[in-house]
């Protein structure tokens, strides 16, 4: 029976092991009695110990709180609160690939010390100051000899397959891991892959005969059938390389996408450029903020204006080689405080799963201290028919304080590319407008015209902060 006053996450009731929980703004997750042999093993065998060392889990420390679930419970830990929770759909090809790397070689590290990881669920893997991290810490099991990986399956779902798809077809395919949070089903992974994706070993073992064993084994008692079937460790570890070497093989090249380049045909002079980083340098020392979300960030260009300050900061992009180049540099410089997700802000990721409550929306993860919208207007109001009134609404939900805000005129060579191959409609867009409807949730704090353009920058803060 469940306790009062706790709250249960929306996306941690499948596992019988146990499940996190809030209680007075603190996150904790319940240990269940059920899971109390592989929990004790997990730090008999040293690999709890292993991977804190190595950074591949997140760490927790036992809690003397009272449980959510006292009759179920075993023992109630409090693992790191991460500052924000990604989604597969949201990242980048480098990303699931990681990831999904991530996974492999930790259930390599679990092997040798007795365990395997029961599930590979994409969404147990999230990035903290730079690097994929695993954050479900009841995800180990013991291992027996002669047993197979059950969760084979799972992972070829929900990181092979994509990372397949978006290597093969077409980069976008990563979003059908928004229609299938289980993973993209292997027979339809099958279907979409290009014959010659069957003459690369690994694809065909780990999709095509996998799909098709699946598809002949589905309904029939598995179990009985292979109960005399044994799996050597050997050949364990053998399947596990294996999937390691058919991952690092598959590669996306970032280029061809409408902004992939921006800032090499920007319309911006060098000039100009440097003096809004300037203004939105100096809008952040004044305003101390503790977070930001930059909406259409690109390659991060101005996020790392804040992220260069310590402030944990989020790069938004529709963008996907925008966002992998960008993901790309913060590796390369091993950056912390920068996290690039792909995000279409006119249709921003949804509250998903089981009663809508297994994946966060957007709005729900939110909303930062501060928000940049960066010469993104025209996109939303000319390119999306977006209101202005409308945009205002939004970025007030998704900023509890600040607004930097960069309106961009239809005298700027970028809005008339927008209108030169369309009816001009938008009798309403001008700054006037746009500060009348701002106005209706912001207050204007200061505005900065941009050197050698026609642009203007504005710093506002929210009303109802």
């Known amino acids: 029976m469940m306790i009062k006053n706790r709250e249960l996450l929306?996306?941690?009731?499948?596992?019988?092991?146990?499940?996190?929980?809030?209680?007075?703004?603190v996150l904790y997750r319940q240990v269940n009695q059920i899971y109390k042999q592989d929990y004790d093993l997990l730090f008999a065998s040293g690999l709890y110990e292993k991977l804190a060392e190595k950074r591949l889990l997140v760490s927790h420390t036992e809690a003397d709180v009272e449980a959510a679930d006292p009759e179920t419970v075993y023992k109630v830990i409090q693992p790191k609160r991460l500052p924000f929770i990604s989604?597969?759909?949201?990242?980048?090809?480098?990303?699931?690939?990681?990831?999904?790397?991530?996974?492999?070689?930790?259930?390599?590290?679990?092997?040798?010390?007795?365990?395997?990881?029961k599930d590979a669920s994409a969404y147990n893997i999230q990035f903290h100051q730079g690097k994929p991290l695993l954050v479900d810490t009841l995800s180990f099991e013991t291992h027996r000899d002669g047993e197979p990986w059950t969760a084979y399956r799972q992972f070829c779902q929900h990181f092979l397959a994509p990372l397949a798809l978006m290597a093969k077809r077409d980069v976008r395919l990563s979003q059908l891991l928004r229609?299938?949070?289980?993973?993209?089903?292997?027979?339809?992974?099958?279907?979409?892959l290009p014959p010659s994706s069957r003459l690369n070993l690994g694809l065909l073992t780990h999709i095509h005969l996998h799909a098709r064993a699946h598809?002949?084994?589905?309904?029939?008692?598995?179990?009985?059938?292979?109960?005399?079937?044994?799996?050597?460790?050997?050949?364990?570890?053998?399947?596990?390389?294996?999937l390691e070497g058919t991952v690092k093989k598959l590669e996306w090249n970032p280029a061809g996408t409408e902004w992939a380049e921006y800032y090499s045909i920007t319309n911006y002079s060098n000039a100009a450029f440097d003096h809004k980083k300037?203004?939105?340098?100096?809008?952040?020392?004044?305003?101390?903020?503790?977070?930001?979300?930059?909406?259409?960030?690109?390659?991060?260009?101005?996020?790392?204006?804040?992220?260069?300050?310590?402030?944990?900061?989020?790069?938004?992009?529709?963008?996907?080689?925008?966002?992998?180049?960008?993901?790309?540099?913060?590796?390369?410089?091993?950056?912390?405080?920068?996290?690039?997700?792909?995000?279409?802000?006119?249709?921003?990721?949804?509250?998903?799963?089981?009663?809508?409550?297994?994946r966060t929306s957007l709005l729900e993860r939110g909303p930062a201290e501060m928000v940049f919208s960066l010469a993104l207007i025209h996109h939303l109001a000319i390119s999306n028919n977006v209101p202005l009134e409308r945009i205002a609404k939004f970025m007030s939900r998704v900023t509890?304080?600040?607004?930097?805000?960069?309106?961009?005129?239809?005298?700027?060579?970028?809005?008339?590319?927008?209108?030169?191959?369309?009816?001009?409609?938008?009798?309403?867009?001008?700054?006037?407008?746009?500060?009348?409807?701002?106005?209706?949730?912001?207050?204007?704090?200061?505005?900065?015209?941009?050197?050698?353009?026609?642009?203007?920058?504005?710093?506002?803060?929210?009303?109802?902060?």
């Open 215 to 242: 598809i002949r084994y589905a309904g029939k008692d598995v179990k009985s059938a292979h109960k005399n079937r044994r799996m050597s460790r050997e050949s364990l570890l053998a399947l596990i390389e294996h």
């Open 400 to 465: 509890s304080k600040w607004l930097i805000i960069e309106f961009v005129p239809k005298s700027d060579s970028q809005v008339k590319k927008l209108l030169a191959n369309r009816q001009d409609i938008f009798d309403h867009y001008d700054q006037h407008e746009f500060e009348r409807s701002f106005n209706l949730f912001f207050t204007i704090q200061e505005k900065s015209a941009i050197r050698e353009s026609d642009r203007t920058v504005y710093l506002m803060k929210n009303e109802s902060a």
């Open 87 to 117: 989604h597969p759909y949201e990242w980048c090809f480098s990303q699931i690939k990681d990831a999904a790397l991530t996974t492999l070689r930790i259930q390599k590290i679990a092997l040798r010390h007795g365990m395997s990881l």
């Open 10 to 25: 929306g996306g941690s009731f499948r596992d019988p092991s146990g499940f996190l929980f809030t209680y007075e703004g």
């Open 278 to 358: 300037e203004i939105i340098a100096q809008w952040m020392k004044r305003t101390s903020a503790s977070s930001v979300w930059d909406l259409g960030a690109n390659n991060g260009e101005f996020s790392r204006i804040a992220s260069q300050l310590e402030i944990p900061t989020i790069a938004f992009d529709i963008d996907p080689a925008a966002v992998e180049k960008n993901y790309r540099k913060i590796k390369q410089n091993k950056e912390t405080n920068l996290l690039p997700l792909l995000l279409d802000l006119t249709n921003p990721s949804p509250a998903l799963g089981w009663d809508n409550q297994e």
């Open 179 to 192: 229609v299938y949070i289980d993973g993209i089903p292997l027979d339809l992974a099958s279907r979409l």
